[in-house]
């Protein structure tokens, strides 16, 4: 079974977001996933946009480029501050991350 298919979301778009207010500042989401993911100067972790730019807006989301998906969903799974959000694009439900069901 695909990552896709075990989230249910085959087909579907995906996008991330990183909630600053519970990020810890390990680093770990940069690690599995630089190309999606950059710490800041301010030590917080932040989602970057296709053109590989910082978004520090406030929950701020940047597609799931599919070669990448298993990256960030083991992001999302390692985080210790549990505060990286995936989720579909057409209703927004979160499919991995604290408020997953």
Same mark, same amino acid.
């Given at each position: 079974?695909?990552?896709?298919? /075990?989230?249910?979301? $085959? @087909?579907? #778009?995906?996008?991330?977001?990183? &909630?600053?207010? !519970? ?14 993911? /950059?710490?800041?100067? $301010? @030590?917080? #972790?932040?989602?970057?946009?296709? &053109?590989?730019? !910082?978004?520090?807006d406030k929950g701020a989301t940047t597609p799931v480029p599919l070669p990448l998906l298993t990256d960030v969903i083991d992001s999302a799974k390692e985080c210790p501050g549990e505060c990286i ?17």
């Amino acid at each position: 079974m695909s990552v896709q298919q /075990e989230a249910g979301v $085959d @087909g579907d #778009a995906l996008e991330v977001w990183i &909630d600053q207010d !519970l990020c810890t500042g390990d680093g770990i989401c940069a690690q599995y996933a630089p190309e999606v993911f /950059e710490l800041d100067i $301010d @030590g917080l #972790a932040y989602v970057k946009s296709p &053109d590989d730019e !910082l978004l520090q807006d406030k929950g701020a989301t940047t597609p799931v480029p599919l070669p990448l998906l298993t990256d960030v969903i083991d992001s999302a799974k390692e985080c210790p501050g549990e505060c990286i959000h995936v989720r579909r694009v057409s209703d927004r439900a979160e499919v991995y991350g604290p408020d997953a069901e």
